[in-house]
Structures are given as structure tokens and as C-alpha cells.
């Protein structure tokens, strides 16, 4: 099997969509560091508008003492764990197949 083959598409889709998410995220963790309350430019309000989903998902499940850029770390973290479960999920049904 040719790995670079769209056989997979449907682990292939999801793992650049959450591998593109990681990095938005991280572009706004690193920018919410830096910069604090003075992002109020167009770049940081796209930022916001693409990742306030997730992070307002994650900071739903976190307490609220919790500080924002910290909740955005949180999500990072579950993004990964996400990442990884689904490589896991490739490798099982690769596994499968396999065997017959």
C-alpha cells in the first residue's frame, strides 16, 4: 500500500485539520503571552475567531480560576491528545485490515 495514497482519507482529513488547529493555537498562546491586552489588530481578532470554539469548549470543562492563556495551553494539550488518538484509531483499523 502506497502511503501516499489518499486510502485513508478519512484519518488523513481529520489529522490536518487538528494538526492545523495545534498551530493556530499555539500562534495564540504565543501572541496572547507577548502581548496581553494589547491585541486588538485584525491578525489577533482571526486568531480569536478561529479558535474561540475550542477554547471556550476547553475553558467550559476547566475551573474558573483558571487564567486564559492557560486554558488555551489546556486546549493545545487536548488537540495533542486528540492527534495521538487518532493515530492510534489509524493504526488499529491498519491492524485489522492486515489480518483479515
Known sequence: MNPSSPVNWYVQGPGIILAAL???????LLLDLTFGLLRDNMVFRALRSLTNPVVRA???I???AVPGPLVTGCAIV????ARIALVQVAAAISMRRMMG
Do not use: D
Open 22 to 28: 495545534s498551530y493556530v493555537l499555539i500562534a495564540r
Open 62 to 64: 476547566t475551573p474558573r
Open 78 to 81: 487536548w488537540i495533542f491528545a
Open 58 to 60: 476547553v475553558g467550559a
